[in-house]
């Protein structure tokens, strides 16, 4: 990595005492011995003309454009430089002179060319080179072991310099410097910066070092980019642990090759403590494969933020980091950009996602997993001639189809499954017209807030209409545990639209650790389940009907996104298979409850919310219930498809779950 830093620096010009003009032919005349508190000698400064310059004690004063050598080192400057020395004969604080030749100089055993204009001032010990605009740094050659443990601050008046490679860094401040082993850097540590196409939010001020070789490195001591303009490609690492800079790319990036306006991507490095994880270092590496979806993969730590789909690592119940998707999008308005990512521990070699799987996202709104040997959606999507190469296939389905619009389905339509007890369900009053999901749990949301006031709750605005939806049924369940519960503080509410909602009892003795020991093998490292049954176990590990709270919550928000056309919610299919392990887990450890009206109550529930959730996600996701049932059998075991067929019969197990 020797010279990586150099690549811009061409503005680093001139340390102090060592430049060194190519042009060694000009007449000199001696005057370090009439400069007064140093230590100089008579040769060790000479200037062409002596008439185009005033001595002032330990200073020379330029009153025209002339020549200047110091100990060698020769400096074309225009009239009103100055030259500020110490006691032992260096330049000092007060120095201030203005290029008035562009040439090739040797700075501090740094060769590069300076530009007319450029002014170089010494200010509390540093080097300052303020570049003319316009300026462009080319790239620098260290030349000897003068050049170690050299450090300048470069600046622009218009806060834009250009480097050799073509990007434009647009802030306050860049450093470069060369260490002890003539290893040279170039960094900048602005709160607010951005370069071509990426912006950069660095609020803890950290150093972020800039490279050219589009490589992973352990040179750098924080964060890093580096970039290969030629080949696509660019590198956000943080070599040391906790949360690095976030990088947002722009539509005018190189990477993202067709990004719009409505396109959201941030992309961060490492981790700090949380709840989920212990800090980290990490690195991302992303290439342009010369269409619209980049290869990216991630070492360590990171998080991406793709247009409200967030993509992260954390540690599952068992201590092992893995990657987790949070359980919905909170878009803002914002849409996600096709990209596919393969995740790997910090060696390099250990995959934190199965053995053989990358994630991708696809359409505008949707995660998922695939071989990596696969061809996904996303890659198929790029390669077609589409003006909206976004758009996801074309899939009919009657947006009228029951529990899939407006509304909840009507429980009275529900076929009543083998064994049960008939559902109870409970009424909040009806509107006096139809509501839209959204505007229905505002109203009841707001309704039931009034008739409890002392109860201080959220009022589950996210700013985006889906996550309001999901956050406002949450918000609506916990009104309803505390309104129209037993009292006991084993109740758990669950609302269905319409004003409708089912309360159940809590089972004693069930826990969420037990529900996730009948969770099948290849759910276990899906971000949900980390998230709801390893995570969300500190709080609700007694109350294990949290995953119907989650279940309906995710359901609502499908059937709000439905309405729109499609597309926004995650985790559905996954809380059908949660929702079965939960009914395993009862069945298991608390047969009494199993056996009362309470287990009788909870099956006819949760048959009901199966029933519910694959219409709501066959209209989220534009496709048939059929297909849907097809997804979520494939996630399942032959324990769960044993237990449904247990509960509620073959017959109604295979009209209504496929199998």
């Given at each position: 990595?020797?010279?990586?830093?150099?690549?811009?620096?061409?503005?680093?010009?001139?340390?102090?005492?060592?430049?060194?003009?190519?042009?060694?032919?000009?007449?000199?005349?001696?005057?370090?011995?009439?400069?007064?508190?140093?230590?100089?000698?008579?040769?060790?400064?000479?200037?062409?003309?002596?008439?185009?310059?005033?001595?002032?004690?330990?200073?020379?004063?330029?009153?025209?454009?002339?020549?200047?050598?110091?100990?060698?080192?020769?400096?074309?400057?225009?009239?009103?430089?100055?030259?500020?020395?110490?006691?032992?004969?260096?330049?000092?604080?007060?120095?201030?002179?203005?290029?008035?030749?562009?040439?090739?100089?040797?700075?501090?055993?740094?060769?590069?060319?300076?530009?007319?204009?450029?002014?170089?001032?010494?200010?509390?010990?540093?080097?300052?080179?303020?570049?003319?605009?316009?300026?462009?740094?080319?790239?620098?050659?260290?030349?000897?072991?003068?050049?170690?443990?050299?450090?300048?601050?470069?600046?622009?008046?218009?806060?834009?310099?250009?480097?050799?490679?073509?990007?434009?860094?647009?802030?306050?401040?860049?450093?470069?410097?060369?260490?002890?082993?003539?290893?040279?850097?170039?960094?900048?540590?602005?709160?607010?910066?951005?370069?071509?196409?990426?912006?950069?939010?660095?609020?803890?001020?950290?150093?972020?070092?800039?490279?050219?070789?589009?490589?992973?490195?352990?040179?750098?001591?924080?964060?890093?980019?580096?970039?290969?303009?030629?080949?696509?490609?660019?590198?956000?690492?943080?070599?040391?642990?906790?949360?690095?800079?976030?990088?947002?790319?722009?539509?005018?990036?190189?990477?993202?090759?067709?990004?719009?306006?409505?396109?959201?991507?941030?992309?961060?490095?490492?981790?700090?403590?949380?709840?989920?994880?212990?800090?980290?270092?990490?690195?991302?590496?992303?290439?342009?494969?010369?269409?619209?979806?980049?290869?990216?993969?991630?070492?360590?730590?990171?998080?991406?933020?793709?247009?409200?789909?967030?993509?992260?690592?954390?540690?599952?119940?068992?201590?092992?980091?893995?990657?987790?998707?949070?359980?919905?999008?909170?878009?803002?308005?914002?849409?996600?950009?096709?990209?596919?990512?393969?995740?790997?521990?910090?060696?390099?070699?250990?995959?934190?996602?199965?053995?053989?799987?990358?994630?991708?996202?696809?359409?505008?709104?949707?995660?998922?997993?695939?071989?990596?040997?696969?061809?996904?959606?996303?890659?198929?999507?790029?390669?077609?001639?589409?003006?909206?190469?976004y758009k996801r296939p074309s899939v009919s389905?009657?947006?009228?189809?029951?529990?899939?619009?407006?509304?909840?389905?009507?429980?009275?339509?529900?076929?009543?499954?083998?064994?049960?007890?008939?559902?109870?369900?409970?009424?909040?009053?009806?509107?006096?017209?139809?509501?839209?999901?959204?505007?229905?749990?505002?109203?009841?949301?707001?309704?039931?807030?009034?008739?409890?006031?002392?109860?201080?709750?959220?009022?589950?605005?996210?700013?985006?209409?889906?996550?309001?939806?999901?956050?406002?049924?949450?918000?609506?369940?916990?009104?309803?545990?505390?309104?129209?519960?037993?009292?006991?503080?084993?109740?758990?509410?669950?609302?269905?639209?319409?004003?409708?909602?089912?309360?159940?009892?809590?089972?004693?003795?069930?826990?969420?650790?037990?529900?996730?020991?009948?969770?099948?093998?290849?759910?276990?490292?899906?971000?949900?389940?980390?998230?709801?049954?390893?995570?969300?176990?500190?709080?609700?590990?007694?109350?294990?009907?949290?995953?119907?709270?989650?279940?309906?919550?995710?359901?609502?928000?499908?059937?709000?996104?439905?309405?729109?056309?499609?597309?926004?919610?995650?985790?559905?299919?996954?809380?059908?298979?949660?929702?079965l392990a939960l009914g395993r887990a009862i069945?298991?450890?608390?047969?009494?409850?199993?056996?009362?009206?309470?287990?009788?109550?909870?099956?006819?529930?949760?048959?009901?919310?199966?029933?519910?959730?694959?219409?709501?996600?066959?209209?989220?996701?534009?496709?048939?219930?059929?297909?849907?049932?097809?997804?979520?059998?494939?996630?399942?075991?032959?324990?769960?498809?044993?237990?449904?067929?247990?509960?509620?019969?073959?017959?109604?197990?295979?009209?209504?779950?496929?199998?």
């Amino acid at each position: 990595m020797k010279n990586r830093g150099i690549i811009f620096l061409v503005i680093l010009l001139l340390f102090v005492n060592t430049v060194i003009a190519a042009d060694t032919n000009i007449p000199a005349i001696n005057i370090g011995g009439e400069i007064k508190n140093t230590n100089l000698n008579p040769g060790d400064i000479k200037v062409n003309d002596k008439t185009n310059i005033e001595i002032k004690i330990n200073k020379v004063v330029f009153k025209k454009d002339g020549t200047i050598n110091i100990k060698g080192n020769e400096y074309y400057v225009k009239a009103g430089s100055e030259f500020v020395f110490d006691t032992k004969g260096k330049l000092s604080d007060g120095t201030n002179f203005i290029i008035s030749k562009s040439d090739k100089y040797v700075l501090n055993g740094v060769k590069f060319s300076i530009i007319e204009n450029t002014k170089i001032t010494i200010e509390k010990g540093e080097v300052v080179i303020n570049l003319p605009n316009g300026a462009k740094l080319e790239t620098p050659e260290i030349t000897s072991d003068e050049a170690k443990e050299t450090k300048f601050k470069i600046k622009s008046l218009e806060n834009k310099i250009v480097l050799s490679s073509g990007y434009s860094f647009n802030g306050k401040t860049l450093v470069f410097e060369v260490d002890k082993d003539k290893k040279s850097f170039l960094y900048f540590n602005d709160k607010n910066s951005d370069i071509d196409g990426l912006k950069v939010d660095n609020q803890n001020e950290k150093r972020i070092d800039i490279d050219f070789s589009g490589k992973q490195s352990k040179d750098f001591k924080e964060n890093y980019i580096s970039i290969d303009n030629e080949k696509a490609k660019i590198v956000i690492g943080k070599n040391s642990d906790g949360a690095g800079a976030k990088f947002e790319f722009t539509k005018d990036n190189n990477f993202f090759k067709n990004m719009k306006d409505n396109h959201k991507i941030i992309i961060q490095a490492g981790k700090d403590d949380d709840s989920r994880d212990k800090k980290g270092s990490g690195v991302v590496e992303i290439q342009n494969r010369g269409n619209d979806v980049p290869s990216i993969k991630t070492y360590g730590d990171f998080k991406i933020d793709n247009g409200g789909l967030n993509f992260e690592t954390g540690l599952n119940f068992d201590g092992r980091k893995e990657v987790m998707i949070p359980r919905i999008a909170y878009k803002n308005g914002k849409e996600s950009y096709p990209m596919e990512i393969e995740s790997f521990d910090i060696d390099g070699k250990t995959r934190l996602m199965n053995s053989d799987t990358k994630i991708s996202v696809y359409g505008i709104n949707q995660w998922e997993s695939v071989p990596t040997s696969s061809k996904s959606l996303a890659i198929e999507e790029a390669y077609k001639k589409d003006p909206n190469p976004y758009k996801r296939p074309s899939v009919s389905y009657n947006t009228q189809t029951p529990g899939v619009v407006g509304t909840a389905p009507p429980i009275k339509g529900f076929e009543t499954p083998p064994n049960s007890g008939k559902l109870q369900v409970g009424s909040l009053g009806k509107p006096s017209t139809q509501l839209d999901s959204l505007s229905d749990v505002r109203r009841y949301r707001d309704m039931l807030a009034r008739q409890r006031p002392d109860l201080v709750l959220d009022n589950y605005e996210t700013g985006e209409a889906e996550g309001t939806v999901h956050e406002a049924t949450h918000g609506i369940n916990s009104y309803l545990r505390n309104i129209k519960g037993s009292g006991t503080g084993r109740d758990n509410a669950f609302y269905l639209f319409n004003g409708d909602y089912v309360i159940l009892q809590e089972p004693n003795g069930v826990t969420l650790t037990d529900v996730s020991r009948f969770v099948p093998q290849n759910l276990k490292y899906d971000g949900s389940y980390n998230l709801y049954l390893v995570q969300q176990a500190r709080s609700w590990n007694n109350e294990p009907l949290y995953v119907l709270d989650e279940m309906t919550a995710y359901v609502n928000g499908a059937i709000y996104s439905a309405s729109k056309g499609g597309g926004n919610t995650v985790n559905v299919k996954e809380f059908m298979v949660y929702s079965l392990a939960l009914g395993r887990a009862i069945e298991t450890k608390n047969s009494g409850y199993w056996q009362s009206n309470n287990g009788a109550q909870f099956r006819e529930f949760l048959g009901y919310s199966l029933t519910r959730a694959a219409n709501a996600e066959a209209g989220n996701r534009r496709t048939s219930v059929e297909n849907v049932r097809t997804a979520v059998n494939s996630m399942l075991n032959d324990d769960l498809r044993n237990f449904a067929r247990r509960t509620y019969g073959e017959e109604w197990t295979r009209q209504n779950l496929g199998f």
